[in-house]
């Protein structure tokens, strides 16, 4: 069992920045891999950012590439999202998941391979 618990959201100015944090239980955490979802009102929940379990692969989706960086700190269980040069269309809630063990890159991408989610934590960025 693991327990996700993001922070760090709030309220930026487009082109600002902001950095997340998701924090787990358990003293497995580098046997998941991690992921981070965003869904905004009306929209269904889409893929973020992915990182493996010992932090050497990253995945992006291309609206965030170059923006976005996930990074994981195994040792104080902790995976962050730095973004950089918010705009509007970023605002929404974003979840931090966790998925156990070894899996093909493509399910990093895919919210239904996750199998534990954190509460969310609103970002939202004025234009």
């Known amino acids: 069992q693991v327990q996700l618990v993001e922070s760090g959201g709030g309220l930026v100015q487009a082109g600002g920045s902001l950095r997340l944090s998701c924090a787990a239980s358990g003293r497995t955490f580098s046997s998941y891999g991690m992921g981070w979802f965003r869904q905004a009102p009306g929209k269904e929940r889409e893929f973020v950012a992915a990182i493996t379990r010992r932090g050497n692969t990253t995945y992006y989706a291309d609206s965030v590439k170059g923006r976005f960086t996930i990074s994981r700190d195994n040792a104080k269980n902790m995976v962050d999202l730095e973004m950089n040069s918010l705009r509007p269309d970023d605002t929404a809630v974003y979840y931090c998941?966790?998925?156990?063990?070894?899996?093909?890159?493509?399910?990093?991408?895919?919210?239904?391979?996750?199998?534990?989610w954190g509460q969310g934590t609103q970002v939202t960025v004025s234009s």
């Open positions: 998941a966790a998925k156990y063990g070894y899996s093909p890159g493509s399910h990093y991408l895919n919210s239904r391979f996750y199998d534990y």
